[in-house]
DNA sequence: CCAACAATTAACAAAAGCTTAACACCCTAG
DNA sequence: CTAGGGTGTTAAGCTTTTGTTAATTGTTGG
């Protein structure tokens, strides 16, 4: 289970312990830049998925480093938000410009911040052809990766398929024999327990309401309270 | 017993306030929300069942939280219903293409709506395949669940499936041998009162009117008296 | 009305079926 | 070659489901 990472840079200790409280508060793994050559090293090094630049920083601003990210092939679908005071003389239309997902104004309401970062990484997924939305789960084949929130959740091959193949199967009850058919192949021959231990698994990893057991028959993905 | 859950969006407190209090006298549970934002949180956190969307709404409109709405499993075939004044220049023709079931316009007419409401609903429970419509019941295979209108009643394997047998000869007898032989098969060897129980515990789920008894014969499922 | 038979019902017992932890045997990346 | 992740197996509890029994309560034909 890994965490969001968040890259935030800003030059005031201030508003970037702000910041990092509330976003780790809420989930995330938080990283820290107090200027330009800063931001573009630590956003090298540990990847982010998502980068809160602060306009105005001493060794290049944010326009240029949010210029010189988006250049990457690495930073080219990551998120990232410029953070501005109103009165500073940067337009919005320079932020968009070089490349910022969203345009936020100083005084910074870190409510309305997480919902429109959360907002985003909804629509990122969504995107994303070859990711399965159900509910608060985005199920992303490519990358074999469930994000639930700010985290995201790395399973190994078969628990993931079998997590897909529930999944994929929204409320309905998947019986043993699909289960083995479809995760195991009809020729390979394993214990019935198996199927078990691996839903055991799952559920361990992403929360234990979200599959239920249908005894003697299978087991179903559904979100009821 | 569970309550069908209605998510209401609309940015006019009358509107909303009018319409929760028409639903919830129709005995729905209601969940309010103001703009698109909200409107998406609180539908992945509570999973309502209907959906009804105001399109001009602040923080994305209506069209666009169907459209996203439609992109998750858990609301592929939930019921969403877009309101709209005459006036909008939204058309009809986008809301269906959002993926909306019904379009109505403002002013809403009340009996309307609810009628609408739940002709949508009737619709959904006949359009689904894998479950079988007898009287007040829906009862799905795929789901392993009985629908008495707003409640989802479970239950056990054996018990599914005597129901479903006597359901599926609507109005027939079926015979004691016959039970044996489709529940049980032909060399498991029950005892005669086995059959009995079962239909006593069925009876207690899904009450006692529904399953008739014909001495000396078998059971019938049937709704009359 | 009363045998005589059939079904209801509650209480109990047995058996399924699932959960869970622990372990063992791969592989494979370092 | 070795540690660690990924898979599969086993076995000891548990819980739920299923089956049995027996007392009781209809029901029905004579």
Redesign the interface.
Known sequence: MQKTKVLIADDEPDILEMLSYALEKDGYEVITAHDGDETLKKALKYQPDIILLDIMMPKHDGIEVCRTLRQDKAFADKIIMILTARSEEYSEVAGFDAGADDYVTKPIKIRSLL?RIE?LQ?RRQ?DNPSA?????FSIDRERYLIVHGAEEIKLPRKEFELLYLL??M????VTRERIFDEIWGKDVIVVDRTIDVHIRRIRIKIGEQYIQT????GY?FA???
């Open positions: 919902s907002a909804r969504k399965l939305q159900v509910g608060p999944a994929s929204y409320n309905k009850v249908v005894k003697g028959v179903k979100i009821d309270e």
